[in-house]
């Protein structure tokens, strides 16, 4: 089956500090990988997808790359702010027919001042 | 426009009673999701309609668990004879039927069985 496997959090970053959160994958197929991002007290936002090998998805700063030879989807971003802090959840969609997506457990970042 | 809306936003039943959650996707998406998220399970998938139509129902956890799809918008998910492990944050997701598998997601409702 599918799984999703995420670094453990919490991760506590100083303001401007380089982030990086690794993401692998196990899949059937080709899958659509995609970062959501929950802020505090707030829904599920996508932040960035990537469908096809080496295809790179950026949004607000954060960046991804679909690696198939390693299986990953590691998100970074060059300096965090404050607002960044959120959980952050890695997923895969691998069926057209069902495109339901398989999540990883989240990995809460938190940046201070 | 409008995204994706949920009602309620919190619910709280006793022990045994059913409860109706509902969702209004985006206009125009025909593909919309349940998914449950908890402590210990994490973001689970429940269900998943194309249209009225439920091509997957894998992830619902039990028979007391259903849900419908009226006019290719609003879904209602229900739980019959609500138990303790039920309680969750209930998610709904719709997105466009073609594409990427994007999915755009409500605020959640958060049910708490007491």
């Known amino acids: 089956g599918n799984s999703v496997t995420q670094m453990e959090g919490p991760v506590t970053l100083s303001e401007e500090a380089f982030l990086t959160i690794n993401c692998t994958y196990t899949a059937t197929g080709y899958p659509s990988l995609f970062w959501y991002v929950q802020y505090p007290g707030e829904g599920l936002q996508l932040l960035l997808k990537?469908?096809?090998?080496?295809d790179k998805g950026s949004n607000k700063g954060f960046e991804a790359t679909y690696r198939k030879e390693t299986t990953s989807f590691h998100l970074e971003k060059g300096s965090v702010q404050v607002s960044d802090s959120a959980v952050y959840f890695c997923?895969?969609?691998?069926?057209?027919?069902?495109?339901?997506?398989?999540f990883g457990s989240g990995t809460r970042l938190q940046v201070q001042p | 426009g409008a995204g994706v809306s949920q009602s309620p936003s919190n619910k709280v039943t006793e022990k045994g009673k059913d409860v109706e959650l509902r969702c209004d996707p985006i206009?125009?998406?025909?593909?919309l999701y349940w998914y449950r998220q908890s402590l210990g399970q994490g973001l689970e998938f429940l269900i998943y309609?194309?249209?009225?139509?439920?091509?997957?129902k894998s992830g619902l956890p039990s028979d007391r668990f259903s849900a419908e799809r009226t006019g290719g918008s609003v879904s209602t998910l229900t739980i019959q004879r609500t138990q303790q492990e039920d309680s969750a944050v209930y998610l709904c997701?719709?997105?466009?039927?073609?594409?990427?598998?994007?999915?755009?997601f409500g605020p959640g409702t958060r049910l708490t069985v007491t």
């Open positions: 997923a895969l969609s691998d069926n057209p027919g069902r495109r339901a997506l398989t």
């Open positions: 309609f194309q249209g009225n139509s439920a091509p997957d």
């Open positions: 997701a719709s997105s466009l039927a073609q594409g990427a598998g994007e999915q755009y």
């Open positions: 990537a469908t096809k090998a080496d």
């Open positions: 206009s125009g998406h025909t593909a």
